[in-house]
């Protein structure tokens, strides 16, 4: 099967998002925290997350033009300069899912879709409670990408949370916290730990 560009351009929206959404294969998937200034809360889904770089410890996500009905996560940041990032697990794949959803910014995907607000070190970002390897973060920096009106928010972890059993060797395992991957829109995947090797240098490269 072979999809030129003008094929691509030619699919339907909602097969071309299916498609171009889950060549890049499995994606961290998480819950994006955040609260307006008078207090609403709100929780949405990302694919998106990168590390950017661990000193200091950065990480981007990227966020759709805002519109009406979307954008309130980044609006939010904007308001207050924090968020939460928060992995989503298999007993609540189904509730995450439904975040996506686009509520009106006084309904509180929180309360809709069945989860707890959680605050932590006196973070006023929203943590999820029933997640167990969440971030607080605090934003940096937001860097247009002209080509499709979104744009890359980077932040800076200011607090790491998770379960003593989510370290393996000075790693962290994400088959033992039981973080989910999802690929496209809407198929997601369980994270399954094959091999460990260690830090390349030259010398140690064996032959193959």
């Known amino acids: 099967m072979h999809y030129s560009k003008k094929n691509i351009a030619d699919l339907d929206s909602i ?17 994006i925290g955040t609260i307006d200034k008078d207090g609403n809360t709100n929780l949405a889904l990302f694919s998106s997350l990168v590390h950017l770089g661990s ?18 996560t980044l609006e939010n940041i904007k308001e207050n300069g924090l968020y939460t990032i928060n992995h989503i697990h298999p007993e609540f794949i189904e509730q995450a899912h439904y975040t996506s959803a686009k509520f009106d910014k006084n309904i509180s995907e929180f309360a809709r879709c069945g989860f707890t ?76 730990k094959i091999a460990k090797y260690p830090y390349v240098r030259v010398n140690e490269v064996p032959e193959f």
């Not at 928010?153 to 039981?178: A, S, Y």
């Open 15 to 31: 097969t071309r998002l299916k498609i171009i959404n889950s060549v890049t294969g499995i994606k961290p998937a998480n819950l």
């Open 117 to 192: 607000e959680a605050y932590e070190n006196g973070f006023i970002a929203p943590f999820v409670k029933e997640s167990y390897l969440k971030m607080g973060m605090r934003f940096k920096e937001a860097i247009a990408i002209p080509l499709n009106g979104t744009m890359l928010i980077i932040g800076e972890i200011h607090h790491l949370l998770l379960p003593e059993t989510g370290m393996n060797d000075g790693d962290i395992d994400l088959e033992q916290t039981k973080s989910v991957g999802i690929s496209g829109l809407n198929s997601y995947y369980e994270v399954k």
């Open 55 to 72: 000193n200091p410890a950065l990480l981007g996500f990227i966020s759709r033009p805002q519109t009406e009905e979307v954008g309130h």
